[in-house]
């Protein structure tokens, strides 16, 4: 078990209102549409963070470089070559039938062969302390902010937590996103683009655009001409921008490539990237690698790109494609759990062992009809947290984001967001689904 | 082998002043095996800084943008190529195989694909003209009841449509079929506007195929642009302010 001086957590427990009322205040919140409606919902904290050991971190950390490393030279294979296709390794379906493949992509090189600047790769510990990936996200993850700004209030509310242990600082984060989006800048600002207050990531993008010294923009404000984009200035010039970080979805990044009538987009945005004028924050196209169909590729990418053995494992995966991996799912349906590939954020994600015998027959025909469409993994026994509860401790499931950022070498961010499901039978801990989050303590010995 | 004058002119005019018009045109013909380019030249009124790129699927894209208030946009493209269908083209792409947007089918496509796949045999050319002639036994050429947004499975249930459809609805037939099919986009002697055909892959290499003639490809067609479907081949594209009613009025198009 983890040294901690006795005392720090209760301290900091006992600030939880404080700390959370201090959060409301700052408007950290995440939006979100719920039947077509609007709604800002506060993401609770948990005072009690987690803390990874420095022994534990630093293979989680090795891991994680390798896996996100692989998944780069994959994209840039995929949009180029398609050697892994040639050689047998991911079948062409997985590739082409993917939404986030886009072939309006093919050929593009971004500056430094970077696709994935920014990735969000989530984990959970296991009851018998082994990592599992659980789901890479490569286009633009968000949820950096929130242990950032849970950590500046947490220093304010309980500073003696932070003097009498040794928990790696994390307001690093700032100055590595800084020097990852200077990587892939190609000659002007930096810029942090926002589709606008009602957007679910508004607060992140703000708080990011001030910590990393960029203008936060929205597309009005952008123009591209000659294929430069450029910001419009208030004085009626105009600004060149050399790296937009986006979180706009590919599709709607730009109107006269991809769908047209979108509203927040920037014309010929394509062109200005296709010409090496503009880096883009994640590159466009990322969604091929972080399908969840792609996901059981991922340690076959690190043999094949690197010659390595993947460090850190996933959770054992089936695609029902497959003949053997079909026969296997139909024959432990209720024992696994089946995620439809073309969802995120925690919906399309079944537990057979939730489902009743009429059902489970019923879902056994639909992945019969549409075996491309699903995964099955085994449920992890997962390490459970204590979460505080009104005046108790309770135990629940979390898993850990963890941030890897890709500028001139691959860092991993040595804090991460720790979310956790409220609902003590629910192993879904996703923002939109009701969870909370936590700080995440790595110990530098 | 053939020699081709090609002219072809495109007339945007807006109801009201309109600004910050950024468009994407893709009008110029690529540089082929099939097709030289012996001289080209575009000119674009009122007079706008443009720049070219190569897209994804091989086409020239001239991109620019008109700030200030303007009512209109004209666009008129000349030149000469040699055209020799013997040379043949070989820019494969994995996607082509795959149903995209306009192409995807419907259960009704997909029932009559199943209902002539039995006679569907022989070589890759040999299914490609005979899903071909199929298509013209069951779809009628005929203007007016489709546009540039309709789909091939909608233009099925019409049973008519213009090129674009017919060209929609075959390479909806040759991927249920497993070919590689492609949209082209491009200038041909049968047709006063612009025309639509299709290609497929032999497996070597692109061979040009006409649904809405029922005919080959030969030296009397000019490619402009390709892609997966219409999507991709748009000859102009384009988003701007004001209040106005967008016109495109095509004034010509000339092979000789």
């Known amino acids: 078990m983890v040294q901690l001086k006795q005392g720090q957590f209760m301290q900091a427990v006992g600030n939880a209102a404080e700390i959370n009322e201090l959060l409301r205040r700052y408007g950290v919140k995440f939006g979100i549409y719920k039947n077509g409606v609007f709604n800002e919902q506060f993401f609770p904290f948990d005072p009690i963070p987690r803390v990874i050991t420095a022994e534990d971190f630093c293979s989680i950390e090795k891991g994680l470089v390798q896996r996100v490393n692989a ?11 398609k050697k892994i296709v040639h ?11 993917s939404k986030g493949y886009l072939a309006e992509c093919e050929g ?11 990735s969000g790769i989530d984990l959970v510990q296991a009851k018998d302390g082994e990592w599992y990936i659980l789901e890479d996200n490569l286009r633009i993850p968000s949820g950096a902010s929130y242990p950032l700004i849970a950590r500046e209030l947490t220093r304010i509310a309980a500073p003696n937590a932070f003097e009498e242990n040794n928990i790696v600082d994390n307001r690093g984060y700032a100055e590595l996103l800084k020097e990852t989006m200077e990587n892939a800048n190609c000659g002007g600002i930096r810029a942090i683009l926002t589709p606008g207050r009602y957007n679910a990531a508004y607060f992140e993008h703000s708080y990011l655009a001030e910590l990393t010294g960029s203008v936060l923009v929205q597309n009005d404000e952008l123009f591209v001409e000659d294929n430069i984009l450029y910001h419009r200035t208030y004085s009626g010039g105009k600004t060149r921008i050399g790296v937009l970080y986006r979180r706009i979805s590919d599709e709607y990044l730009d109107p006269l490539t991809f769908l047209p009538q979108s509203l927040i987009g920037i014309p010929n945005l394509m062109e200005a990237y296709r010409s090496g004028n503009v880096g883009i924050v994640n590159a466009l196209g990322n969604g091929v690698a972080d399908d969840k169909g792609i996901y059981y590729f991922v340690p076959k990418m690190i043999k094949y790109y690197l010659g390595e053995e993947p460090i850190l494992k996933n959770a054992p995966t089936y695609l029902p494609f497959y003949e053997d991996d ?8 209720e024992t696994l759990v089946i995620k439809d590939v073309a969802e995120a954020g925690g919906y399309g994600v079944v537990f057979g062992s939730d489902l009743s015998k009429e059902k489970l027959e019923e879902f056994r025909k639909t992945i019969i009809a549409e075996p491309r469409r699903f995964i099955a993994q085994e449920v992890i026994d997962f390490l459970d947290l ?10 629940r499931k979390a898993d850990l984001r963890a941030f890897v950022l890709s500028g001139e070498k691959t860092k991993v961010w040595a804090s991460g967001l720790t979310r956790f499901s409220r609902n003590p039978d629910s192993f879904v801990v996703n923002s939109s689904q009701g969870g909370g989050f936590k700080d995440t303590w790595v110990l530098s010995r | 082998m053939k020699q081709v004058n090609f002219y072809y002119c495109a007339k945007l005019t807006f109801d ?20 030289r380019l012996l001289s080209c030249s575009l000119n674009i009124t009122p007079y706008v800084s443009t720049q070219q790129t190569v897209d994804a699927f091989g086409n020239n894209v001239t991109a620019g943008y008109l700030k200030g208030d303007h009512r209109f946009l004209d666009f008129e493209i000349k030149g000469a190529a040699q055209v020799d269908h013997t040379k043949h083209r070989t820019d494969y792409m994995p996607c082509y195989l795959y149903q995209s947007q306009y192409t995807k089918p419907d259960e009704a496509l997909k029932e009559f694909y199943e209902e002539i796949k039995r006679e569907c045999t022989g070589t890759i050319a040999e299914r490609a003209e005979y899903l071909c002639a199929a298509l013209a036994n069951t779809v009628v050429y005929e203007k007016g009841h489709t546009d540039t947004d309709t789909t091939a499975a909608e233009a099925f249930v019409l049973k008519r449509g213009v090129c674009q459809d017919f060209s929609h609805i ?9 070919i590689a099919a492609r949209y082209i986009a491009g200038l041909a002697f049968c047709d006063g506007e612009t025309h639509s055909w299709v ?13 809405a003639n029922n005919c080959l490809v030969n030296d009397d067609y000019i490619v402009i642009s390709q892609g997966r479907d219409f999507r991709d081949c748009a000859i102009d594209r384009g988003v701007m302010f004001g209040s106005y009613t967008k016109q495109l009025q095509l004034v010509r198009s000339i092979l000789s």
């Open chain 1, 71 to 81: 998944l780069n030279e994959f994209l840039y294979d995929i949009y180029h070559e």
């Open chain 1, 87 to 97: 050689d047998g390794i991911v079948p062409e379906d997985f590739i082409y039938i």
């Open chain 1, 108 to 118: 593009i090189t971004p500056k430094n062969r970077i696709y994935s600047h920014i």
């Open chain 1, 326 to 333: 079909m026969k296997y799912v139909m024959d432990h349906l």
């Open chain 1, 386 to 395: 204590p979460i505080v509860e009104g005046n108790e401790t309770v135990m």
């Open chain 2, 16 to 35: 009201d002043y309109v600004h910050n018009h950024s468009f994407a045109l893709r009008v110029i013909p690529p540089e082929t095996e099939t097709q």
């Open chain 2, 170 to 178: 075959l390479i909806s037939l040759l991927r249920m079929d497993g």
């Open chain 2, 199 to 211: 290609e497929f892959w032999t497996g070597d290499h692109w061979e040009g195929i006409d649904p």
